[in-house]
């Protein structure tokens, strides 16, 4: 009988790295205990020392690379490692992309209970780098170093890391992140947003846009080619923001409506209606989950197609119960959190309402562990 593992943080140890869970720790095992790595990569070895031990796994960081993995990078950030914001710089960018193509699939299948879900090859982005359009920085006093830090958030803790260049946000933003350093806030904890604004469009400061311009042709070619294939003539932008994807869809369709809570977006959309001339659709202020029916008693559901592109942490059930009791044609849900879309596509396809067609993932994220998805339901006529 083999002895019981014991461990304690600080304990040290020599381990291999099977795989990349979704979050970005590599994933290996003491016999079938399993231990969370951080900046590793599939097949390599290492020694590492534990930081914190559970019952069931524990967390360790690299002490030092053995063997190191030929999809090993190395990162051009020299924060990369403290700074929170990126977790696979360390990767080649095809390392990254064969991995959240696998994380995709994994979590369809498993949080969704997909049986070889129709998951797309991913698209990946043109700029790896310098492509972030928006980016936040925060200020902490740093009581060690006895001055203000302007950084981002660390990777294991709530402290702040000095930055003062930021490779994946765009030139411009790397600018104003020096201006706000050469001027900063007159206190610890503020947040300050850098923003490179879309051209053409009218957003808000507080209101959402894509934050990746160079992948963004290809976004909404993906939902275009969605609705397209589908033969929806009426559309419903639900949690549409400035209306980015009504408007953009607006030429392949008769008829939409985008609705949205946040009233300053809805404002800002109906500016975007007005400025490109569009005739064809209007703007409602309000809960989705409350106009979806009365919305499909405009459009016949039959002909209609309703995208959603959610905050995070995905659809509210009430409107995801919405969608199954009116039963539009077709549901196009853009996330950017592979997860949540699992479990929301779960609910979504319940006693076969509605079927999977296929998820189209986008790599808007580079060097991080998120991904965009596009993902393609239909009804399926049961009642």
Known sequence: MLEPITLQPGDRARLTIDNIAYGGAGVGRIRDFVVFVPFTAPGEELEVEFVEVKKNFARARVVEVLKP????????????????????????????????????????????????????????????????????????????????????????????????????????????????????????????????????????????????????????????????????????????????????????????????????????????????????GDFIAGPAEEWIPALLQRFPADRTVVVTDPPRVGCAPPFIESLRKSRPHQVIYVSCHPATLARDLKALCADGVYRLESVTPLDMFPQTQHVECVADLRWTGNS
């Open 69 to 280: 993995s030929p999809e090993r990078a190395t990162p051009p950030c020299r924060f990369y490692g403290d700074c929170g914001g990126c977790q696979y710089q360390h990767l080649t960018y095809e390392a990254q992309i064969r991995l959240k193509q696998r994380q995709i699939t994994d979590l369809i299948q498993r949080l969704g209970g997909f049986v070889n879900p129709p998951v797309h090859p991913i698209i990946p982005c043109p700029t790896p780098y310098a492509y972030r359009n928006r980016i936040m920085v925060r200020s902490q006093w740093d009581k060690f170093a006895r001055r203000l830090v302007v950084g981002f958030i660390r990777h294991d803790n709530r402290l702040v890391v000095d930055v003062d260049h930021c490779p994946i946000a765009e030139p411009v933003l790397n600018e104003q992140l020096l201006a706000v350093r050469a001027q900063p806030p007159p206190k610890g904890g503020i947040k300050v947003t850098l923003r490179l604004p879309p051209l053409d469009w009218d957003v808000p400061a507080d209101s959402f846009f894509q934050n990746n311009f160079h992948l963004l042709p290809r976004l909404i070619e993906t939902v275009r080619q969605r609705v397209q294939s589908s033969g929806a003539r009426f559309l419903i932008d639900a949690y549409c923001g400035v209306g980015f994807f009504a408007l953009e869809c607006a030429p392949v369709i008769e008829r939409f409506s985008g609705v949205e809570i946040d009233k300053t977006a809805i404002k800002a959309a109906r500016r975007n209606l007005e400025k490109r001339g569009i005739s064809n």
